[in-house]
């Protein structure tokens, strides 16, 4: 006979906020995995021609598969073919900059990144997944300012992954984290406190 009882719903928010604190003392105190889950971002594409943007969104599967199995420059194209249709669409300059990338051309990865947050207004999916990798670009090059707001800007539309480096890349975070560490340690192993 198995226990069907679920701890998991017998503790309270409380209680896993601080069991979250003890076992990831890293993150900002207060965050509980499964509790702020990320909303389904979609973009708008309300405004562009449905036969064209059918067109565009069959360019776009095309290179994704062409950039999975490893052909980038076939991708690059297909990207760039779904571009020249709907030039006012953020989806494939964003596409295109994952291709641009793996290729080693960070600085057309980064301006096609930049096309895409703009056309997108900032918002949804597209600006989302574009403000994430422009910031990875920007830890990359040791620009942690830029980086930081630009993972700010995903994790407020609600990217975790953003938040998190938005979390590690914050000094402040940082430095409230490592006290937070060393006191959760203390806690944890109270006689070597005892000895300093």
Request: aromatic fraction near 4%; charge should be negative.
């Amino acid at each position: 006979m198995t226990d069907s009882t679920d701890t998991s719903k017998m503790a309270s928010a409380h209680d896993r906020a601080v069991l979250q604190a003890i076992f990831n003392p890293t993150t900002p105190l207060g965050d509980i995995p499964g509790l702020n889950q990320e909303e389904e971002l979609i973009d708008d594409d309300s405004g562009f021609d449905t036969e064209l943007l059918k067109q565009v969104k069959e360019l776009e599967m095309q290179g994704v598969s062409a950039a999975e199995a490893g052909d980038l420059q076939t991708a690059v194209q297909l990207f760039s073919q779904a571009i020249q249709i709907l030039p006012q669409r953020a989806s494939a300059y964003n596409n295109r900059a994952q291709a641009l990338r793996l290729q080693g051309d960070t600085a057309g990865a980064l301006e096609d990144l930049h096309q895409a947050i703009t056309l997108s207004g900032g918002t949804g999916r597209t600006s989302c997944q574009a403000l994430v990798q422009r910031g990875l670009l920007h830890r990359l090059a040791c620009r942690d300012s830029e980086a930081r707001a630009d993972f700010e800007k995903a994790a407020a539309l609600g990217s975790e992954f953003a938040r998190q480096q938005a979390v590690v890349l914050n000094p402040y975070a940082a430095l409230c984290n490592k006290m937070l560490s060393e006191v959760i340690n203390q806690l944890r192993n109270p006689e070597i406190s005892e000895m300093h």
